[in-house]
């Protein structure tokens, strides 16, 4: 056992056994599990619902043998958080599918972005837990918020500069205004301009019928995937789930992803270390077979897994409570914030903000088709 | 009447359990546990409307056991499921 394992406490352990397990269909490391009490187990449950993968870590509990699985009241309890789990991505799919049929009839393309598209990648597709439907209208963002209105779209939760929220039948409907957040931070307006240009050189998109859910080709993925998690480990959290996005999606797509393209994409943003850690990391702990990561250099994988897999206290209460938790958040991310952000943070700011000064409309331009 | 769509037999802990989720905040989830004869009729009879005779039939046919025994179980099923809300009549 390396050094990084025994750094691990037993639940994270148990957890990511259990992950490989569902996302590999792999037996789990029995060792591991020997002698864990109902704690234990509601410790792991209870981590695995955190980081996304609870339904995944239950298809990988249902491996072990019958001795040493979790007391029955637990499994019936995990079971039912599966069960909701598959739910909610029924839910999610008809949404989809019915906001593909509608904005075809008016000619336009919805393209989906992680949610479902990642979810064929996976054993039990209902298994990866989505937040939201992501969706992407080539340009159509207005007229988009338009039909949905016409739909009957309830509690617009807001708009920002890349997406607009709504809920659609009970389901959170993000519609992109950008692919990426080109407002805020300037790395992404060379990313979001690359994946535009990866969206305009795809045949296959472009002879596709409007009334059909469209999914992004690997090379746009590679780098959205990517994008995408390390935005989450610098603003919000990083989860487990993204990693087994990740390995999942680099597996699938052995051979046919450029990576060549990824990495100039990574480098030009100077993302490339963060990058390979996130690489490196699910080799190491998600058993990616490394034939089917891009290059990457090792890397402090076990600083990115404590990042990932640290427990975080909502931040809620008084404001008072919530002016201290967030002065914590930001003080603990000391290893985050240098990874992807390796100019200093404070220079992305000073450098978006002077962009922006010298060109408003780049903070609010939607992406033109 | 007819067994409610969407409503899946799963293996949890060794049993066959359907779960029934109630309405968030106002009501309790109800786990089924089926037994052999009960997942039986379950699978027999999902996806179309039935009347409490095609439950019986069903068992006569299938467990050669006599016409009351056979009435007298079905009723019990088919209460028990209408009582979780599995069943629509």
Known sequence: MSKTRRAMTRPQQMLLSLVRSGIWRSAPEKALFEGAGEELWRSTASLAAAQGVGAIAFDGMAMLPPDIQPPRMVQLEWGVRTDTAERIYARQTAVAEELASVFGQEGIKMLLLKGMGLARLYPVPAHRESGDVDIYLFGRHGRGEEILAEMGKANAHGVNLKHSESTYKGILVENHRTLLDVATLSPDAYLNATLLEILDSDAELSSAPADKILFPCPDFDMIFLMRHALMHLGTQEMVLRQLCDIALFLQANRGAIDFDGYRRAMARTRLTRAADTVVAAAVEYLGLDPRDAPPYAGQDTARLMREILSVRPKITGSPARVAWLRTKKFFSKHYVYPLVYPGGYAGIVWRTVKEKLADPRKACTPDKR | ?89
């Open chain 2, 1 to 89: 009447m007819r067994i409610k769509d969407g409503l899946k037999i799963r293996d949890i802990v060794g049993e066959r359990v359907v779960i029934m989720q109630g309405k968030a905040g106002a009501d309790m989830t109800r786990l089924i546990s089926l037994n052999a004869s009960a997942e039986w009729l379950w699978n027999d009879l999902q996806g179309r409307e039935f009347s409490a005779d095609d439950v019986a039939g069903a068992l006569v046919a299938r467990y050669g056991i006599d016409a009351e025994r056979a009435a007298a179980d079905a009723g019990a099923w088919i209460d028990k499921l209408v009582n979780c809300g599995a069943i629509e009549l």
